[in-house]
Each structure stands twice: as C-alpha cells, then as structure tokens.
C-alpha cells in the first residue's frame, strides 16, 4: 500500500519548521543582547537604535571638529596659525616639490611655458602642456615626468607664482623649447601652417613660499 502524500500537508509542515527557527533567532538575539547589556548602568540598546548610532556619531565628529576649529582660532596669535598653516602645507608634499622649493629658495626664476591648440585661425585654444619647466632639472627631481603636475599643486597651494617672460633668460628658454615634452606638444598641436602657441613665463616663489622655506628652515622650532 502505497503512502499519499498531500502537498498541503508538506507545506504546512514547512510553515511550522520556519517558525519555529524563526522564534529560536530571535530568542537567540534576545539572549545575546541581555548578556552583553546585563550591566544595570549600561543596557543594551534597542535593535532598531543599533543602525543609527554610526550616522550619530559621524555628525557629532563633524560639527565637532568645527567647533575645535572656530575655538582654536579664538585663541591663536599670528604665529601659531601661521604654525598651523605650514604644518597643513607640509604635510601635503611630496619630497620631489620639496626640492623645487628649495632651488627657488635662492631669490632665483626659473623659465615656464605652456602650449595651446587652435580652435580658429589666431585665437588659441585650450592648453595641451601646461607648467612645463626647466625647474625639474635645476631641482633634480626624481621623476622629470611629473613636473608639471608638480608645478601646477605648488602654484595651487600658493608657494609658487606666474610673472612674465624675461629676456635675461632666452638661453634657458632655448633649452626649454627643446624638451621633449614640449616639441611633442607643438608638433601634436600644429595645424598646418599654423604653428601651436607657445606662452612664455617665469616661475618663482611666492611670498608665501618664501615665508614657508624660511620657517621650514629654522631648527626646532615648528
């Protein structure tokens, strides 16, 4: 005699098992949160609350890092924020800008040039190459490659700054015209018989910059 299985009763079956470890996690979570909360001075939390504390805290964090900041600037003389300011622009170099830092340090200018397409017959178009410069050479860099990219984050932190082309300095220029960067710039960029458009420029420190080599400099005391 066979057995008649009737798949209402196997799904009836199924419901109770679910249940039943349905009811058995959740005494297990009960149980686990009652010991670990078993301290009368420190409860447990809620379910529910456990989800929220991360987000708490983070606007707690934030709103009071703000308000160490507006009380610290209370309290700061010149000096100290000044302290600050270098600590915060120090530690965001790399030892490859520290060196042109340095071969600026001298009071020296150094040639620049960036190099632009044409969108229409005399009117320069966006920049191809910008800040590059003999500076990598001067400095001796570890990675000449990067030069520019250097250049561009000193000037962005206020260390360095833009002045005009000088005359004194057409030799160095020369030898700028002639990196490799840059012929490629000019040749990629050319349109027939116009030619790309070359800005020529200085690159020095900023009084800024000078500021920060000069405290960067004195022992012991930042």
């Known amino acids: 005699m066979g057995i008649s299985l009737d798949p209402r009763g196997l799904v009836g079956a199924a419901s109770g098992i679910a249940r039943f470890w349905l009811r058995a996690t959740i005494r297990t979570q009960e149980q686990l949160l009652a010991l670990l909360g078993n301290d009368a001075d420190n409860p447990a939390p809620p379910v529910h609350e456990l989800t929220s504390v991360p987000d708490v805290r983070e606007a707690e964090s934030l709103s009071s890092k703000m308000r160490g900041l507006l009380d610290r600037a209370l309290d700061h003389s010149t000096r100290s924020s000044q302290v600050e300011l270098f ?76 002045g005009p082309e000088d005359p004194d300095l057409k030799d ?12 490629q710039a000019i040749k990629n960029d050319s349109r027939g018989p116009l030619g790309a458009k070359v800005d020529k420029y200085t690159l020095r420190l900023s009084g800024l910059g000078q500021s920060f080599w000069a405290a960067t400099m004195q022992q012991d005391t930042l």
């Open 87 to 162: 600590h915060h622009i120090l530690d965001q170099l790399v030892a490859d800008e520290a060196r042109i830092i340095g071969a600026l340090s001298d009071g020296s200018a150094s040639p620049l040039v960036n190099v632009h397409d044409w969108t229409r017959r005399r009117v320069p178009g966006r920049a191809v190459l910008e800040n590059a410069s003999l500076i990598g050479r001067s400095a001796n860099v570890a990675l000449p490659a990067m030069v520019p990219a250097y250049v561009s984050h000193l000037l962005s932190l206020g260390l360095l700054e833009i």
């Open 172 to 183: 160095d220029y020369e030898v700028l015209m002639a990196e490799t960067s840059v012929l």
